[in-house]
Each structure stands twice: as C-alpha cells, then as structure tokens.
C-alpha cells in the first residue's frame, strides 16, 4: 500500500484493530441467515507526509449506497451546530441571497436547510441516495454523485462555480483526497471560500478516540497534512478554528491561492506550531497507541462479563458506527448486551453487523429497564444523558468507556 498523498510506501502500522464488516451495513433478519464480510481494520501512517490512512478494503461506492442507514438531522446538537455555522458565515463572510452554496456530502440537508431559510440559493452533492431523497423533500437541489474533479468539471462548466463550498466530516470518508480537493478548486469562483470540519488527529490519539475508526474513514487527518495537501492543488488555507464536535475537530477555511482580499490570520501558525509541538511530525508519535486501544478493549469485556455474572441487564444507546468498531474489535454479541436503541428509522428492527444485537425503538428501553446503558457516541453524551433521564427512575447507570470506562 502506498501513501494516498504523497505516494510513499506505508510501512508503519499505526494501529491494528483486526477484522470488521463495515460499520454502516445494518442486517435484516434474512441476512443473519447469510454469511457477512469482514475486511482489515489496519491503519498506517506516512512516514514521509504522516497521513495517517485506512486501505480502501470496502469500496466507497458500496459503503455509501442507497441504504446508507446515517441521517445527520437525528441529532439535535448536531443541528444546532450546523444552524450556528450558518449564521457565522452569514455575518462574517457576507454569505447571502446573491450566493451559491455548495456543501460536498449534504446528507439529509441538515445544515442547507438553514441556508435556504436565509435565502441563499444552495446545492447539495450527496452519492447516498437514502439521504439524498430526504434532502430533496425539503427542496434542496441535490446531486446524487460522488465528488471529485470530473464532477466539479461538470458543475463548472454548467455554470454553479459557489461562493461558498462546504464540507462537514467528509474530507476522511474520500479514498482519492487529491483528486477531493482538485475537485474543490475547481469549483470555487476566485474570491470564493472553502470550509472542511474534520475530526483531529491530534485528539484522537491523545483521548484514545479509536473507535472512529472504520472502513468509511479512510484517513485520519492532523492540520500540518491537510495544510499540505490543499497547498499542493493551489488553496490556502488561511484560519483555522478548533471545535468541540465529534471529541474535537477542525474546521479549515481555504481560498484560491491568488485571492489577496482574504489574509493568513495567526490561527493557521498556532495549530501547526501545536502539533509541532505535541510531535505529529515524528515517527515516535505513532508508536504506542496499540496498547491503549488493548486496555479499553479488556476493560469493556471484563465490564460485561462481570455485569452477566452479577445478573445485570445491558443494553447500549445508539448505533453508531463508533459502537461497532468496538464491539467488533472486542469480540463481543448479543449474550452481553441484550438490545441497543436507536432514534433512526432505517436502523430500527435491524441488527448489527458482527455482533448482531438487535436495534429497536427507544420504549423498549423503558419495558426492559435495564441495570446499565453504555452510550456508544459518547461524542453525545449529554445530549443522550439529558433524553434519557426517566432511566434514573430504575436507577440505571450510564456507561462510556472512550477514552477510559466511566460510569455515570
């Protein structure tokens, strides 16, 4: 395997988390009856560029198909986040009714929406068609393709050049992230703007954030790389703000290399000088993390098997992809965790891949009650925490166990 950027050989493995079926693949009833595909969970990380990257085991197109079952709106901080940036953008960068706003993976428009109540025009570009569907019953002009430089050529050429592009949590979910922001320069107008959100590098090593790890996450990116790649394909990235998302993301904001109205502010220094400074530029950094993602792995089971012994009923809240990453990892099924909950239709009445412990609505945690309720987005936790607070009338507990078990 060679480095997706820079084209190097990839020979340090960052972490390996064994084999998994792809996080997003919900089974049907009729499908326990069949077998499922596993692919590598091993991650490298460049020596050269220090990308840190997934091999595209399972291809995109398949992970990202017309059962996509992740509808961004389920979640209302998440919502309130996208409604927030809207009126940032509004206000700082004169976004308004004489703008295009293009957003790259607009999912179910969830953030769009905002923008078309301001009365910008805006175009959503999403490949799953489950969501797209969605976002275009809200009047959303949607795309349904995946982007790249052959679909920004296109989009040019029929005159949508945006003043605005926009992607939240995408730039790690594209195998091809040169030919992404070929696509992305492209499509700019000249004074246009770019903004990306994606979670950081940097956190995920130092809160032991493994569990985002998953097929559709092809890389895994600190600021000084994506810095680099967006430098090659001519945008500048110049400011950059850290946000508490996802356990702590980026959001980048880029322009053509030949736009002068918009100048490099101090933030763009101060994020590379930090992960300069943290070591993300050294092989040492890399090494270590295994045994970290070990001891929260035996720190799950053990907590289970305890639980089961004891006689204590658990079930789990949300299924996320973080969950299966950890499930899978550690091995465990439905004879440790009885049910998990899921607010998302298209999940419901369905089953997880690998562990295959049924997904149902929330009333059957109130008909169960169980003893314990592990939340596996715990990047929600208070959002979950505060929803589900009728469970104290039994007292259940809470449990997170990223970065390290917790019991609430």
Known sequence: MNCRFCNTSLENVFVDLGF????NSYLTI????KGESYYPLKVY??????LVQLDEFKKATEIFSEEYAYFSSMSRSWLAHSKDYVAK???DYGIGKDSLVTEIASNDGYLLQYFKEAGVTVLGI???ESTARVSRKKGIETVIDFFGEKLATELANAGKKSDLVLGNNVLAHVPDIVDFVKGIKLLLKDDGIVTMEFPHLLQLIKHNQFDTIYHEHFSYLSFTTVYEIFKKEGIELFHVEEIPTHGGSLRIFGKQNLNSSLTRRKSVDRVLNLEDTEGINTKSYYTGFQNR???VKFDFIEFLLKAKKDGKKVAGYGAAAKGNTLLNYSGVKSDLIEFVVDAAPLKQNKFLPGSHIPIVKEHVLKDQKPDYIIIFPWNIKKEIIHQLEYAKDWEAKFVIFIPELTIV
């Open 293 to 295: 993602v070990e001891s």
């Open 89 to 91: 953008m509004v206000q």
């Open 45 to 50: 990380s460049c020596d050269k560029c220090k």
């Open 20 to 23: 998994a079926p792809p996080s």
């Open 30 to 33: 009729e499908d326990l009856k």
């Open 126 to 128: 999403e490949p799953s």
